[in-house]
C-alpha cells in the first residue's frame, strides 16, 4: 500500500530511484486505492503520492482495489501486470510481501516466476524499531495516543496532515488570532491540545501553532449551530495574511506545547494563545 511511507517503504523506493538512474530506467510503484482491508488511511490518496513523488519515483500506478481485482490469483497478477502491462525489469519489494488471491503470493513465489519471465527480484528485510516490526498499522496507533515522536522515527519524517482549508466560524480571528480551519483528508489526528507546527503551502515551509480539539470553551450558541462535539483542526501561520481558502497544506506536528483546556470566557483564552504563539516562536528560533 505504502500507507504511511514510513522508513520501510523509504528504504525500497530510494532503491528503486537508484537502479533506475543506472540503469535509465524508470522509476515505477504500484499501490493501491481503497485500501485492501478496509482500513482508513495514514495518509490519504493525495498525500501519499506527494511523498512517493518527493522521493524521486517517475510514475505512480494507482490501481482501484476492487471484489474484482481482489480476486485475481498471485501467478495471473504477475504474468498479466508486472510482465504484460509494467515489462518489469526489476522488482523491489519487501520480504513479507503478500499480494494476489487470498495473499497467496509471497516472495518465494516471486522469486520463481523472476526465472520463468527474466526480472530481476530484490527483497528487503523487515525494519524494526522499539523492538517491534515498523507498519503502518503500528505508527497508527502510536499516533492516536500521542507518541509523536517514535511515530516520527518510523515515518522518517514528522507525523503530519494533509488537508483543505475550508470556511469556520471566525471565533479565532474575531480573538485576534486568524487561523486557517482545516479538513483533514484522512481521519488519524494526533490527540487534542496545542501544537508547534511547520506548514507546507505551495512548497514554501511557514511556521505555526495548531489546535485540535472540541472548542470546549465556546457554547453552542456562540457557534451559532455549528456542532461542537466534532474534533477542529486550526492553523495560525505567523505573519501571514494571504487569503488560502480551497487551498491543500500539509501541517507538521514538531512539538506538543499543551493540553486543550476549558476556560472561563474568551480574555483567558486569548492571553494563554498569546502564551502558546510565545512558546512555539522561541522553539523556532532555537532551531
Known amino acids: 500500500m505504502f500507507d504511511g511511507v514510513h522508513i520501510g517503504h523509504r528504504a525500497i523506493l530510494s532503491a528503486v530511484v537508484k537502479k533506475a538512474m543506472a540503469i535509465r530506467g524508470t522509476g515505477m510503484v504500484l499501490t493501491f486505492f481503497p485500501h485492501p482491508q478496509g482500513q482508513s488511511s495514514l495518509y490519504s490518496l493525495e498525500h501519499r503520492l506527494r511523498l512517493i513523488a518527493e522521493l524521486g519515483i517517475d510514475v505512480c500506478a494507482v490501481i482501484k482495489f476492487s471484489r474484482a481485482f481482489a ?3 498471485a501467478e495471473s497478477f504477475i504474468r498479466n501486470i508486472l510482465v504484460k502491462k509494467i515489462n518489469a525489469h526489476y522488482v523491489y519489494v519487501g520480504k513479507n510481501f ?3 488471491k487470498n495473499a497467496s503470493g509471497d516472495f518465494s513465489l516471486l522469486k520463481r516466476y523472476s526465472r520463468i519471465y527474466g526480472f530481476r527480484l530484490k527483497g528487503f528485510e523487515v525494519i524494526k524499531a522499539n523492538h517491534r516490526n515498523i507498519s503502518s498499522t503500528y505508527i497508527r ?3 492516536a495516543a500521542g507518541n509523536l515522536e517514535l511515530a516520527k522515527k518510523m515515518l522518517g519524517c514528522p507525523v503530519s496532515v494533509f488537508g483543505t482549508v475550508i470556511k469556520g466560524t471566525s471565533l479565532a480571528e474575531k480573538m485576534g488570532f486568524p487561523t486557517a480551519n482545516i479538513n483533514p483528508h484522512h481521519e488519524i489526528l494526533p490527540p487534542s491540545g496545542i501544537y508547534a507546527v511547520q506548514v507546507i503551502l505551495n512548497k514554501n515551509k511557514l511556521n505555526g501553532v495548531c489546535y485540535i ?5 465556546f457554547s453552542m450558541q ?6 461542537k462535539n466534532l474534533k477542529h483542526v ?3 501561520i505567523f505573519n501571514f495574511h494571504k487569503n488560502i481558502y ?3 497544506l500539509e501541517i507538521q ?3 506538543k506545547i499543551r493540553e486543550e483546556k476549558k476556560f472561563s470566557s474568551s480574555p483567558p483564552l486569548v492571553e494563554q494563545i498569546k502564551k502558546d504563539i510565545k512558546i512555539s516562536q522561541k522553539l523556532f528560533s532555537r532551531h
Do not use: A, Q, Y
Open 222 to 227: 456562540s457557534l451559532r449551530g455549528k456542532i
Open 246 to 248: 480551497d487551498k491543500n
Open 141 to 143: 496507533r502510536l499516533i
Open 253 to 255: 506536528f514538531l512539538k
Open 98 to 100: 503478500r499480494f494476489g
Open 234 to 236: 486550526e492553523v495560525h
Open 213 to 217: 480539539g472540541r472548542r470546549p470553551t
Open 71 to 73: 480476486k485475481i490469483p
